[in-house]
């Protein structure tokens, strides 16, 4: 069975750092890209970052571009992102999400896979 | 960035109904659209994929039409499991960007 287990979220002051964890399992995670697309409370799906199959290619929204890195480790089936100066406008759930692709930015990029997600809330 | 809208914002509907929903993309996204379904606490769950292909698994009642800038998701009769809110996304260009969101209640 497919699973995202999402982990490493929690409330954290604004200016600091964390860093999310995803955690794969069911499939053969190094065959694809992996994204994290965020919801924050109450609102809509914002995709925020995606990763190809072997790292080589890489993407980040605007809002979180230079604050954001997203790294896998296809050795643990895991996928990351590190996020910094976190302002509270990054209050989310975080989703981990496997695309069907190898690629990200290609015209098939869809999420056909989601973890359950974890909350980042950035609060004083 | 694409801009993807979405209408209705709600809509209120029955077990049996036909439902349709509408997603448009500011500058043509060709096929490249695609459907989700959220439930209230859960993840999105993909229903259809370039615009029209059923994503394996996802009951045959949901449909997907639509090319250029308009798309259509359409249920053919709503079942009890089917009230969500569902999202288009298109992934004509980068960054793949969603519409607000349809949620269907009764």
């Known amino acids: 069975e497919m699973q995202l287990v999402e982990s490493g979220g929690g409330l954290v002051q604004p200016g600091r750092s964390l860093r999310l964890s995803c955690a794969a399992s069911?499939?053969?995670?190094?065959?694809?890209?992996m994204h994290w697309v965020r919801q924050a409370p109450g609102k809509g799906l914002e995709w925020v970052s995606g990763i190809s199959w072997k790292s080589d290619n890489i993407g980040y929204a605007d809002s979180v571009k230079g604050r954001f890195t997203i790294s896998r480790d296809n050795a643990k089936n895991s996928l990351y992102l590190q996020v910094n100066s976190l302002r509270a406008e990054d209050t989310a759930l975080y989703y981990c999400?496997?695309?069907?692709?190898?690629?990200?930015?290609?015209?098939?990029?869809?999420?056909?896979?989601w973890g359950q997600g974890i909350l980042v809330i950035v609060s004083s | 960035d694409f801009q993807m809208t979405q209408s209705p914002s709600s809509l209120s509907a029955s077990v049996g109904d036909r439902v349709t929903i509408t997603c448009r993309a500011s500058?043509?996204?060709?096929?490249?659209l695609n459907w989700y379904q959220q439930k209230p606490g859960k993840a999105p769950k993909l229903l259809i994929y370039a615009a029209s292909s059923l994503q394996s698994g996802v009951p045959s009642r949901f449909s997907g039409s639509g090319s250029g800038t308009d798309f259509t998701l359409t249920i053919s009769s709503l079942q009890p499991e089917d009230f969500a809110t569902y999202y288009c996304q298109q992934s004509y260009s980068t960054p793949p960007t969603f519409g607000p969101g349809t949620k269907v209640d009764i």
């Open positions: 069911g499939f053969t995670f190094d065959d694809f890209a």
């Open positions: 999400a496997k695309d069907p692709e190898a690629r990200i930015g290609t015209t098939n990029t869809r999420f056909d896979f």
């Open positions: 500058q043509s996204i060709s096929s490249y």
